[in-house]
């Protein structure tokens, strides 16, 4: 999985030199999600980024689940996360629980009380709030926090033994109230919560907070370089008070990037949980999401992904990055790899009039359009066909140069066509074309009496295969919805998913099971779902047309 351009990074800087200096005989990094959601494609750059590091310096790389809050988590996420990580390619060295350290967390704050560097406060949620102060305003200390050893210890106690409603007391680190960094305003260590933990059950009814455990976690894992996103980068000198007072063996160095953001997109696991449980998508694996399960359902594959995030870099300031690069590599990725089909997403119907009723014809396509090896397919054509409805038009718009009255057209790797007639129902809507073939015309044969400007795609009405196809737009409408002041629930796209009743030749159905991908001729790369394909109906979704206007900047 080595990639030059994922590890030149200043990390990778930062990493070589340490194992120069022999600060560290071999490293050892970690990706800790909090399983309390799907992963996403944020969290696959952190993935690929942590397991690139140590495949590349020959280290080691944890799974770890940060599970320490135990009101949003769920098995349901640890099980995808893992799946996840798998697909992408990636083989941790040690999995590991957060929660399985919950009473090595315990002894060290108790270490902390005894060194008189954490105190019990009984102060509420608001008044500690308003005590923290803020960037101008230095903080007052809490009337709780001279408390002696052994009341903290008997307090502590308490807490842990459940004789405390959550919310009535918290256990603080006891640093500097006046520190210019507000991370340092005695941070809480500990909460009181009584709710059941999917790993430890009912054992604990307090639990760690995220900046003292995290800390703590990568110390007893002996984790070299602790790789986090830039939000972080104020809470550094707290995650080294913490490795410090702990005394841990360790001493692991957080390093942070920028996250991840992707335009006409929400990234955050409580935004996508949002979309989830209004029923706004089918599940945090709906094509649409930027998930992992979502992207692996919609047909991206773990090779664009990895190219996509080589390509993006790592960075030290944040930015956004255009979603329509990572369409660019599925097309790199994919064009050379997947067979080509002919497919009617919208079916019109076209008899050829002058070809003889009851008789059929074989004809023989290359499977794929660059590579012979792929070999050939044969299909049929007839005296029914079908062709897009998008390449007809009754008044034909200026250089359109497909199917209209009295206009000839050349069926892709059959015959040229002219339309004659036009077919409408009661309602005037077309619902059939006569057309006439010319024998002559034939593909292949060497006919060069004269052009035609449009070539269009069809499938033979008769041996055709019906199949749905579910077309995409991207579910969130505006490029930066966070910077309009908008709720991102305001701004879904209405047309974020479309789906056509169609057919597809039938040679290329055989043997397809979901995930398989075609190209379908000018409609696009195509996947079969996992959830709504049965044995009589294939369901395709549409992973990326075949072009865009995106160019990529190298
Ligand atoms: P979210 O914002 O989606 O809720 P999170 O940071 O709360 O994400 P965690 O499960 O805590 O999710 O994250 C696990 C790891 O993934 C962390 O190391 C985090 O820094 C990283 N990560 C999360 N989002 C991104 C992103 N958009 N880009 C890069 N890394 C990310
Ligand atoms: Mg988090």
Redesign the pocket.
């Given at each position: 999985m080595s990639n030059e351009n994922i590890s030149s990074n200043f990390i990778r800087n930062i990493i070589k030199e340490d194992l120069e200096t022999g600060k560290h005989d071999s490293i050892i990094t970690r990706?800790?999600?909090?399983?309390?959601?799907y992963?996403?494609?944020?969290?696959?750059?952190?993935?690929l980024?942590?397991f690139g590091l140590s495949e590349e310096f020959k280290g080691r790389t944890n799974l770890r689940f940060?599970d320490t809050n135990p009101t949003k988590e769920d098995t349901e996420y640890v099980q995808s996360i893992e799946e996840d990580v798998k697909w992408l390619g990636c083989q941790w060295n040690e999995l590991h629980f957060a929660s399985n350290y919950f009473d090595t967390m315990y002894e060290k704050a108790l270490l902390l009380i005894k060194k008189g560097l954490a105190y019990v406060c009984d102060l509420t949620p608001d008044e500690i709030k308003e005590y923290r102060g803020s960037l101008t305003a230095p903080g007052k200390e809490s009337p709780y926090r001279n408390r002696t050893v052994e009341e903290n210890l008997e307090l502590f106690e308490k807490m842990k033994n459940g004789e405390f409603k959550d919310g009535e007391k918290v256990l603080r680190a006891k640093i500097d109230m006046a520190s210019p960094n507000l991370n340092m305003r005695d941070p809480i260590i500990y909460r009181i919560a009584h709710s059941t933990h999917h790993n430890t059950g009912d054992k604990w009814c307090i639990y760690p907070m995220y900046d003292f455990a995290h800390p703590l976690e990568d110390a007893i894992e002996h984790i070299t370089h602790s790789?986090?996103?830039l939000e972080?980068a104020d809470h550094r000198p707290l995650y080294d008070w913490f490795v410090r007072e702990c005394e841990m063996e360790a001493t692991p160095r957080q390093i942070e990037?920028?996250?991840?953001?992707m335009t006409n997109t929400v990234?955050?696991?409580?935004?996508?949980k949002q979309l989830v449980d209004e029923g706004v998508v089918d599940g945090w694996d709906d094509p649409r999401m930027p998930t992992i399960s979502g992207l692996r359902r919609r047909g991206y594959t773990p090779e664009a992904i990895r190219n996509f995030c080589s390509a993006i870099g790592v960075a030290k300031s944040n930015s956004t990055v255009d979603s329509q690069m990572l369409d660019y590599f599925l097309r790199e990725d994919l064009q050379p790899k997947v067979p080509t089909a002919m497919a009617v997403i919208n079916p019109l119907k076209v008899v050829i009039t002058n070809y003889p009723e009851g008789q059929s014809e074989t004809l023989s396509l290359d499977i794929h359009p660059k590579d012979e090896s792929f070999g050939k397919r044969e299909i049929t054509f007839s005296r029914e066909i079908y062709v897009e409805r998008d390449d007809f038009m009754e008044v034909p718009a200026k250089k359109y140069f497909r199917l209209f009255p009295g206009n000839e057209v050349r069926l892709r790797g059959a015959y040229f066509i002219k339309c004659n007639e036009i077919i409408k129902d009661e309602n005037g809507e077309v619902i059939e074309l006569n057309c006439t073939y010319d024998p002559e015309t034939k593909s292949g044969s060497g006919f060069t009496g004269r052009k035609v400007k449009g070539t269009i795609h069809w499938v033979d009405a008769n041996s055709s295969i019906p199949a749905e196809f579910r077309l995409y737009e991207p579910l969130i409408l505006d490029d930066a919805p966070e910077n309009e002041g908008k709720h991102f629930l305001e701004q879904i796209n209405p047309h974020s998913m479309e789906v056509f009743q169609g057919f597809i030749e039938p040679n290329a159905v055989p043997g397809l099971k979901p995930l398989d991908k075609l190209q379908l001729v000018r409609n696009g790369f195509f996947s079969i779902d996992t959830k709504n394909t049965t044995d009589e109906k294939l369901v395709f979704n549409r992973i990326v047309p075949l072009k865009s206007s995106f160019k990529l900047q190298k």
């Open positions: 990706f800790p999600p909090e399983p309390n959601g992963l996403h494609i944020g969290h696959a750059k952190s993935i980024l942590n940060d790789i986090c996103t972080f990037f920028a996250r991840l953001n990234m955050s696991k409580r935004k996508l």
